[in-house]
């Protein structure tokens, strides 16, 4: 059981450049989300989904684009990235919407310079 | 929307020395309440949950959590720790009432064990 799998781990961008991060999870889950870990600021959403075809903006969903055309992938998309996107970013899976515990990937480390 | 604040950035502890770790959140709606560690380049982790029930919650490696609804807090805390318990632990909140299910994070506090 792989849980929730992010690819790739580290990536350097040029300013202007776009990418996707990958997130996939095998546990069914019909949650997922986006985080970006910054120091002192703790996780801040940045999109998240309830279910295939259903996506919503979180805090910080400046940037960044999401779809969920499956219930296993969750893809994060920078459109044109920026250096203030340097970021640790984690993707995370659960059951249901509410009250159950949220399962973390191993998270992806962007460097925009 | 809920806030969570977690009072301490860092916490420095000797092995077997007693640590709590402090988290409140902002509204009194009722919520679910969750700890998560964080050892160092790797994921979150759940540590332990509050969802209903009695409000000493135990969890993963000896910690335990107290649920205080009228003070709006969930300090989390363990009798005696180690060298591994050195990692960043995020408290974080639902609000039940939430169709939507989204987990409100503090900002983490960098716990670090001395020998």
């Known amino acids: 059981n792989a849980g929730v799998t992010q690819t790739p781990k580290f990536q350097v961008l040029k300013t202007g450049q776009s990418m996707t991060l990958q997130c996939a999870q095998d546990?069914?889950?019909?949650?997922m989300s986006w985080y970006r870990q910054d120091p002192g600021m703790g996780l801040r959403l940045i999109h998240y989904?309830?279910?295939?075809?259903?996506?919503d903006q979180g805090e910080v969903p400046n940037g960044y684009n999401v779809s969920r055309s499956t219930t296993e992938d969750f893809p994060l998309r920078l459109l044109s990235a920026a250096p203030s996107q340097t970021s640790v970013y984690f993707c995370?899976?659960?059951?249901?919407?509410?009250?159950?515990?949220?399962?973390f990937g191993q998270g992806t480390r962007l460097t925009v310079v | 929307a809920q806030s969570v604040t977690q009072l301490d950035s860092q916490v420095p502890v000797f092995e077997e020395a007693p640590v709590e770790l402090r988290c409140n959140y902002s509204?009194?709606?009722?919520?679910?309440l969750f700890w998560y560690v964080q050892y160092p380049n790797q994921g979150l982790q759940l540590l332990l949950k509050?969802?209903?029930?009695?409000?000493l919650v135990k969890g993963i490696n000896g910690f335990e959590a107290e649920f205080n609804k009228s003070q709006t807090s969930f300090h989390l805390r363990k009798p005696s720790v180690h060298i591994s318990d050195t990692a960043e632990y995020f408290c974080?909140?639902?609000?039940?009432?939430?169709?939507?299910?989204?987990?409100?994070f503090g900002r983490g506090t960098q716990l670090t064990v001395w020998p």
């Open positions: 995370a899976s659960s059951y249901s919407i509410v009250g159950n515990e949220a399962f």
């Open positions: 546990m069914n889950h019909e949650y």
């Open positions: 989904s309830v279910g295939a075809g259903i996506t």
């Open positions: 509204s009194s709606v009722s919520v679910y």
């Open positions: 509050y969802l209903s029930g009695s409000t």
């Open positions: 974080a909140v639902i609000d039940r009432g939430s169709t939507l299910g989204r987990l409100y």
